[in-house]
């Protein structure tokens, strides 16, 4: 029986302790394992491997994990326009599951006997990563060392230095996630229900000043090009996106949230690249979709938004409703106009062969050409029978507002 344990690997100070601590406490053989979901460079990937070899790590792997990230998440976050609680374009949320399975499927592949994390007991990182391997690797043992052994951070680094392990741990004053579909940032004024993050606490400062105008293309419900420029990588187009819109100082907010442990969560953010993509795809479906195709796109958008955000990715409801969505994008294409200024951007139109505004037989307010007056009255009659005829029969005065 093999003693190989994957290990998800941030590169930070827990987990490089639990690399460490799994090894020598424990006498696994550690494969550390960093899903790379946009948010690191080359020297960053480069200092992630080093500390794991540094914690004496049998082995290191490094996945790219943007194209599974946009395949099998962001392209029906997109498609369902989902902002949680109308305004988190669930960025960590939508990361964490991709590491959970690219890693679980790593393990898979190796035939490890455990697999751990480094998730304190404070946060919703914890329930995602264990509900998520326990389902793709029953049998399999899940070890968390970090929440296990509440240690304080200046324990963890007083036993790596007990094992000649020497590490920079200094905690900067605000934590950073940084992916391609949005950059988390957390501090004090996190913690907290009334203060906003200071201008320097923003990962990309306000660089720029006037206007600008772009020009997004849709095809069936996908970013497949921006200002005439054909993309047909779908996180090539978003990084692209994200380059433009950089140093305008949009797409930043503050998201509060519940929590899948049952507190309240406030965590600010920079993603102005899934914002605009999202208000621009909506601004599209507006023109394109039926009134009951969006109703229902909708409700059915906001529990399915929910639903990954807690982690519940492999629910088989979730493949139900990520087909629903495809299939209402067939009509989705064409471009969409938007104009960006310092800390704003609004939607100027779209123009779309499917636009149902353009081939309708009449103009709201002005005029039309499909119906006369008589048809109207007999609709209004028809349209407010029901109602009419529940007031008859309780024999009831109309409510007054």
Not at 100 to 125: K, P, Q, Y
Not at 136 to 141: C, Q, S
Not at 196 to 213: C, H, Q, S, V
């Amino acid at each position: 029986m093999t003693n190989d344990l994957v290990l998800a690997f941030s590169g930070g100070l827990d987990t490089t302790f639990c690399a460490a601590w799994l090894a020598h406490e424990k006498g696994y053989r550690v494969h550390a394992v960093t899903v790379d979901t946009g948010g690191f460079s080359p020297a960053e990937r480069q200092r992630i491997e080093a500390r794991a070899r540094q914690a004496g790590v049998a082995s290191f792997t490094l996945i790219d994990g943007t194209g599974h990230l946009y395949g099998r998440i962001l392209r029906h976050l997109i498609a369902g326009n989902v902002l949680k609680n109308g305004t988190y374009p669930l960025s960590v949320s939508a990361e964490r599951i991709t590491q959970a399975v690219l890693i679980a499927e790593h393990a898979r592949s190796m035939g490890a006997t455990a697999i751990a994390h480094g998730s304190t007991g404070a946060g919703n990182d914890q329930v995602r990563f264990d509900m998520l391997f326990a389902i793709a690797l029953p049998g399999v043992e899940v070890i968390t060392p970090i929440r296990d052994l509440r240690l304080s951070r200046e324990a963890e680094i007083a036993w790596l230095d007990g094992h000649g392990i020497h590490i920079d741990a200094t905690k900067a004053a605000y934590s950073i996630n940084q992916g391609i579909w949005g950059t988390s940032v957390g501090g004090r004024e996190t913690l907290t229900s009334d203060t906003p993050l200071p201008e320097p606490a923003w990962p990309t400062p306000l660089t720029r000043e006037g206007t600008a105008t772009h020009v997004l293309t849709f095809t069936e419900g996908e970013l497949t090009g921006l200002d005439g420029e054909p993309f047909t990588d779908r996180v090539a187009a978003i990084r692209a996106l994200q380059e433009k819109l950089a140093g305008w100082g949009i797409g930043r907010d503050i998201h509060v949230g519940d929590t899948i442990i049952g507190i309240k969560g406030r965590v600010g953010f920079e993603a102005p690249a899934p914002l605009v993509i999202i208000k621009a795809h909506h601004a599209l479906e507006k023109h394109v979709l039926t009134k009951w195709q969006l109703f229902w796109k909708d409700q059915l958008a906001q529990w399915y938004g929910n639903w990954l955000h807690e982690g519940q990715y492999f629910d088989p409801v979730m493949r139900d409703i990520e087909a629903f969505f495809a299939r209402s994008q067939r009509t989705v294409s064409g471009d969409v106009i938007v104009s960006v200024a310092p800390h704003r951007f609004h939607i100027d139109g779209i123009r779309s062969p499917h636009d149902l505004m353009a081939a309708q037989e009449g103009a709201y307010g002005e005029m039309n050409n499909g119906w006369t007056g008589d048809d109207v009255k007999g609709f209004a009659r028809i349209f407010g029978n029901q109602v009419g005829t529940w007031h008859k029969v309780h024999a009831r005065p109309v409510e007054q507002p």
